[in-house]
T-cell receptor, first 112, second 117 residues
Framework: DGGITQSPKYLFRKEGQNVTLSCEQN?????MYWYRQDPGQGLRLIYY???????QKGDIAEGYSVSREKKESFPLTVTSAQKNPTAFYLC???????????FGDGTRLSIL | AQSVAQPEDQVNVAEGNPLTVKCTYS??????LFWYVQYPNRGLQFLLK??????LVKGSYGFEAEFNKSQTSFHLKKPSALVSDSALYFC???????????????FGRGTSLIVHP
C-alpha cells in the first residue's frame, strides 16, 4: 500500500540537542510538507518542498531545517535554537495541483 | 490572503442525530475546499473536497458538505451521527490561482466532534 511513514512515533530531546524526524513517502508525490500541531492551534506550516533539492520556509520555520535530496524523503531537523519544540509533528505529501494532502501518523516530540 | 474559520471549538451531538460542523473561508479567487478528520495520535485523513461543480459534495464514511458561494461557507454534515465519528475535524482552503504562486492550503483550527451514545 502507498503511504507516508513517519518515524519515530515518540522522540525525546535533551537541552542543546538537535533531533531529526524522518518522513518517507512511496506515493510518487512531488510536494511534501511539515506541519506542527499544538492543542487548539490547528496546523502550522514549517517547511514545504515542491521538487527535489528545493524547499521553502513556511509560517514558523525558525529553529527548524529540512533537506530534500530524494523525492521520497523529507527529513525535518529540530535544532537547539527552537526553544519550545514540544509538539506533534505531521508530514504530508501531495501532487502539485488540486488534490488533497496525504498525512503520516506523526511524531510526538517532548523535552527531557 | 486566504483564510478559513471554524467558529466552534467543540460540537456535541447525540448518536443518531444529524450533525453539522461549520467552516467559512476567504480567498481572492475561486476556492478549493477540503475536509479532513483526525483521530487521537494519528495523522489527518481526507474526507471530501470541492473543486468545481455540484454544490453538494459526498465523501467518505457518509459525510457530505455543502458549498455556498454567497455565504462563503463549506459546512460538513452527516444525516445520522455515530459514536465512532467522534474526532477532530479540519477544514482547509486554497485559492484556485495559488496565493503568491504557491498552492499551500490554509487549515482551520479544528472542531472537536463529540457524539454521545
Amino acid at each position: 500500500d502507498g503511504g507516508i511513514t513517519q518515524s519515530p512515533k515518540y522522540l525525546f530531546r535533551k537541552e542543546g540537542q538537535n533531533v531529526t524526524l524522518s518522513c518517507e513517502q512511496n506515493l510518487n508525490h512531488d510536494a511534501m510538507y511539515w506541519y506542527r500541531q499544538d492543542p487548539g492551534q490547528g496546523l502550522r506550516l514549517i517547511y514545504y518542498s515542491q521538487i527535489v533539492n528545493d524547499f521553502q520556509k513556511g509560517d514558523i520555520a525558525e529553529g527548524y531545517s529540512v533537506s530534500r535530496e530524494k523525492k521520497e524523503s523529507f527529513p525535518l531537523t529540530v535544532t537547539s535554537a527552537q526553544k519550545n519544540p514540544t509538539a506533534f509533528y505531521l508530514c504530508a505529501s501531495s501532487t502539485v495541483l488540486n488534490q488533497p494532502q496525504h498525512f503520516g501518523d506523526g511524531t510526538r516530540l517532548s523535552i527531557l | 490572503a486566504q483564510s478559513v474559520a471554524q467558529p466552534e471549538d467543540q460540537v456535541n451531538v447525540a448518536e443518531g442525530n444529524p450533525l453539522t460542523v461549520k467552516c467559512t473561508y476567504s480567498v481572492s479567487g475561486n476556492p478549493y475546499l477540503f475536509w479532513y478528520v483526525q483521530y487521537p495520535n494519528r495523522g489527518l485523513q481526507f474526507l471530501l473536497k470541492y473543486i468545481t461543480g455540484d454544490n453538494l459534495v459526498k465523501g467518505s464514511y457518509g459525510f457530505e458538505a455543502e458549498f455556498n458561494k454567497s455565504q462563503t461557507s463549506f459546512h460538513l454534515k452527516k444525516p445520522s451521527a455515530l459514536v465512532s465519528d467522534s474526532a477532530l475535524y479540519f477544514c482547509a482552503v486554497r485559492d484556485e490561482g495559488g496565493q503568491g504562486g504557491s498552492y499551500i492550503p490554509t487549515f482551520g483550527r479544528g472542531t472537536s466532534l463529540i457524539v454521545h451514545p
